[in-house]
């Protein structure tokens, strides 16, 4: 079964940018699209976006339209997440998560383990 | 882009049964809410993980005592013969026909 294992912990500063790394084992992502899910400090899960493999193109929701790029390298099976333009709050938990990208498949499973970013000033 | 509502808490004892809610105030483009949600527990500082996917199928792994329905514009996960190990945190999400993710306000679970 695919797993996807996140880069380290990042500190950043207010203003900068922060990529996230997500590796697929056991998988690929050429039938996988990634999605990245946020999760405040004490709040609920937030979709971000994701890149559907097959199209080659990132779906975003408007919030976050203007900030993040999600993209993918088939050849390391790695998918990255970029958000500018960071603030205090971007500080939150990062997960990146899979969904197979076909027609009736409407679920994230696996996870990533998470990556923590925290924005200083 | 549609909202889902979950109660912020619910509470319950050992081998009794609960049920959270997860409402959903879509516009005509999340017609999809009433046929693709799937639930997610979360324990602190743990990834989530699938429970439930297309409204009542579970993943292999997921005990049976855990079920999912829905009935009009309300899903529902149905814990029963409540176990402490089931103190979490539960977020339903819909995968819209925008092709995007909405996740609910996810529900604190405690076991009494």
């Known amino acids: 079964q695919m797993q996807l294992v996140q880069s380290g912990a990042e500190v950043k500063k207010s203003g900068s940018s922060v990529r996230v790394s997500c590796k697929a084992s056991g998988g690929t992502l050429s039938t996988n699209e990634i999605n990245w899910v946020r999760q405040a400090p004490g709040q609920g899960l937030e979709w971000m976006g994701g890149i559907n493999p097959i199209l080659g193109t990132a779906n975003y929701p408007p919030k976050f339209q203007d900030r993040v790029t999600i993209f993918a390298d088939e050849s390391t099976s790695t998918a990255y997440m970029i958000l500018n333009s960071l603030t205090s709050k971007d500080t939150a938990m990062y997960y990146c998560?899979?969904?197979?990208?076909?027609?009736?498949?409407?679920?994230?499973?696996?996870w990533g383990q998470g990556t923590q970013v925290t924005v200083s000033s | 882009q549609s909202a889902l509502t979950q109660p912020a808490s619910v509470s319950g004892s050992p081998g009794q049964s609960i049920t959270i809610s997860c409402t959903g105030t879509g516009t005509d483009g999340d017609i999809n809410f009433y046929h693709y949600v799937s639930w997610y527990q979360q324990y602190p500082g743990k990834a989530p993980r699938l429970l439930i996917f297309d409204v009542s199928n579970r993943p292999s792994g997921i005990f049976h005592r855990f079920s999912g329905s829905k009935s009009g514009n309300t899903a529902s996960l149905t814990i029963s013969g409540l176990q402490a190990e089931d103190e979490a945190d539960y977020y339903c999400?819909?995968?819209?026909?925008?092709?995007?993710?909405?996740f609910g306000g996810g529900t604190r679970l405690t076991v009494l």
């Open positions: 999400a819909s995968y819209t026909s925008n092709s995007n993710f909405v």
């Open positions: 998560a899979a969904r197979i990208a076909a027609s009736g498949y409407n679920w994230l499973d696996p």
